[in-house]
């Protein structure tokens, strides 16, 4: 069965202080990776888009890897202005739809 | 702004209702997704419309129906509805069949709240 599991559910970091998100995958065919950002009340927003194993994307704080099981969302050095909850989800070849993961919720304090 | 609008934003209503909610995708997006978001699922995909045109299906309940359009706004029917219907109903636009960028654009979402 087609799956995407992202840990840890939930993530409280001091502002500054770096750390990880995960996302696993078990997908038959991948069409891509895909990070979103929702914020309270509102709707996902796309971050990156990550298609082959060892391909890199970056924005402002936010930097995404992938492998050929899992990606992850490193934050450097994170502002209070970061704290979101980070989705992420899989396209696959056999399907037009997207398949998310329950999300971490990232909150930083100043 | 995703330039996708959806309405209502809340709604109250008791279980046994039918409700219709409203989605206005992004100018020139031609595939409209219907998305479910409750605390304990997460997003969970009900149905893709492209170009009018059922594409996709998610597990979306037999009580639950969609469509989408000549003018591509879509909306989503949720009928005899049970205290666990209720959740965050978003709609995503993209302009392709298979949005190979994963790029959707989200709206703000409906509430709905049924008691």
């Known amino acids: 069965e087609d799956q995407v599991t992202q840990s840890p559910e939930a993530l409280r970091l001091q502002e500054g202080e770096s750390s990880s998100l995960n996302c696993s995958y078990t997908v038959s065919g991948l069409r891509g990776l895909f990070w979103y950002r929702q914020d309270p009340g509102k709707g996902p927003e796309f971050l990156f888009t990550?298609?082959?194993a060892g391909e890199e994307k970056e924005k402002e704080r936010l930097k995404a890897t992938l492998t050929k099981k899992e990606s992850f969302l490193h934050i450097t050095a994170p502002k209070p202005e970061d704290s979101a909850t980070y989705l992420c989800a899989v396209g696959m070849d056999s399907s037009y739809k997207l398949i998310f993961g329950s999300g971490t919720r990232l909150l930083v304090r100043p | 702004d995703s330039g996708v609008t959806q309405t209502p934003k809340h709604l109250i209503t008791a279980t046994g209702q039918r409700v219709t909610l409203r989605c206005s995708p992004r100018?020139?997006?031609?595939?409209v997704y219907w998305y479910q978001q409750s605390l304990d699922q997460g997003l969970q995909f009900l149905i893709q419309?492209?170009?009018?045109?059922?594409?996709a299906k998610g597990n979306i309940l037999e009580r639950f129906s969609a469509q989408q359009f000549p003018d591509l706004h879509s909306e989503l029917n949720l009928s005899s509805l049970e205290l666990g219907d209720s959740a965050l109903y978003f709609c995503a636009s993209s302009p392709s069949l298979a949005p190979n960028t994963g790029e959707l654009f989200f709206g703000e979402g409906s509430r709905l709240t049924v008691l």
């Open positions: 990550l298609y082959s």
């Open positions: 100018s020139g997006d031609l595939s």
């Open positions: 419309y492209y170009n009018g045109e059922e594409r």
